[in-house]
DNA sequence: AAAATAATGTAACCCTTGTTACACAAATTA
DNA sequence: TAATTTGTGTAACAAGGGTTACATTATTTT
């Protein structure tokens, strides 16, 4: 594990911090469509993220959801950080998006850390900056784009955290978490495979720009 | 100014913080109307808000705006939080919805700070936890409700933050912080001023229930 | 191979929201 | 007080997106 944690946080953490991390941390492979945090949980560990990609969601109580955005590799969940230390329930649901590779890190640690080292108190605080950020970007997406900006920039997202950059996604997964309707999405996709952007397929789309 | 540092914050933070804070802390008055930071602005002191509310907006490159939430006394800024650590630009305005107090810190003291005072990290932590929640709160209303849902809330929230319970808003000012037209909002309104929930007037706005 | 299931394409329709236009009333200024 | 500006009310229409319904094609199961 040490070589995976060194390559992805080496930069960022001094190496008394890398090495109290390999010695209390523990190596954790999650499957695709893993579902690893519900809306209601309470979070007894914190992800440091090796490889791969999670998917961040907001639910409503209809059951309705949408996507806020991914987490990558040298990322964490900045919503898991509060609910560790303020022992309260989550407010967003984390599925893997891909196969992906984490440490986890028991809550107790994360106060010990913060008090003791530089390093991990500012890589916490940039991923709550992070996250913020990318709570902005999906408000500017629902607040001012049209359902075809937003579709598109979404595609990209997709194509962007994947292998291969495909879409590998049915009209109606791509509905869910954009919380319209599968009608509406082929439709615009249609429209945006008309406008030579994309390729579509059973089962994935292909980007052409 | 300790008297009001201690009424709104004493239960916070640790005397020793408490006087560092009165030491190096400026107290500033700021009017209703106020602008305090524009998008692009360098931050270079970080605020705790002592009465009064700061509503937070977010714009659009078309000047378009997006009200996020307010910030009331007991809360700091978390956005402010990362500018200053990170040195990087606001991607956020904030207005004084009322005149307010406010308490400025240099951003100095607050890497000092992090790593003297446990309180004041936790004050860090959930004040980016509060934050987070209260953008959650922002996705959910865009997302999931429909605008006359959107607005009761917004006229729910405006007249709690108000001196007298009442809404000192144009239809017009209102449309603008919902990102809709004025048309729209006019309509709503009456909308819900015939079920009997507010009563219009000009230039104000009352909540019956 | 036949039947069932899953994914997509598309038409027709409706509702919410956005737009344009204009009337009228209240407040401000000349 | 007359003229102008500001705020509100409302009608008529347009556009985007949500809904229902059904056809077609690909894939899986029997």
Same mark, same amino acid.
């Given at each position: ?129 992070? !996250? %913020?950020?990318?709570? @902005? #970007?999906?408000?500017?997406? /629902? ?7 937003? *579709? &598109? +920039? ?32 082929? !439709? %615009?996709?249609?429209? @945006? #495979?008309?406008?030579?952007? /994309? ?7 292909? *980007? &052409? +720009?």
């Amino acid at each position: 594990m040490i070589q995976e944690l060194k390559d992805n946080y080496g930069h960022l953490f001094e190496n008394d911090l890398l090495n109290e991390i390999n010695q209390v941390g523990t190596f954790k492979e999650v499957p695709e469509g893993f579902k690893m945090i519900s809306i209601g949980d309470y979070v007894k560990a914190m992800p440091l993220l090796i490889s791969g990609a999670i998917k961040i969601l907001r639910e409503d109580n209809d059951g309705d959801e949408l996507l806020l955005y991914f987490l990558e590799k040298g990322d964490t969940c900045a919503m898991t950080l509060t609910c560790c230390l303020g022992q309260t329930k989550s407010e967003i649901k984390a599925i893997a998006e891909t196969d992906a590779k984490l440490i986890m890190i028991p809550i107790q640690k994360m106060e010990e850390w913060s008090a003791k080292y530089k390093s991990w108190r500012n890589f916490v605080f940039e991923s709550y900056h992070n !996250r %913020l950020n990318e709570m @902005l #970007e999906t408000i500017d997406s /629902i607040a001012f784009l049209k359902m075809d900006e937003r *579709l &598109l +920039k979404y595609l990209n997202e997709k194509a962007r955290v994947s292998e291969d950059g495909t879409i590998r996604n049915t009209h109606q997964e791509i509905a869910y978490e954009l919380h319209t309707s599968r009608v509406v999405i082929s !439709r %615009l996709l249609k429209k @945006l #495979e008309n406008l030579g952007e /994309i390729k579509l397929h059973r089962n994935y789309i292909t *980007l &052409l +720009k």
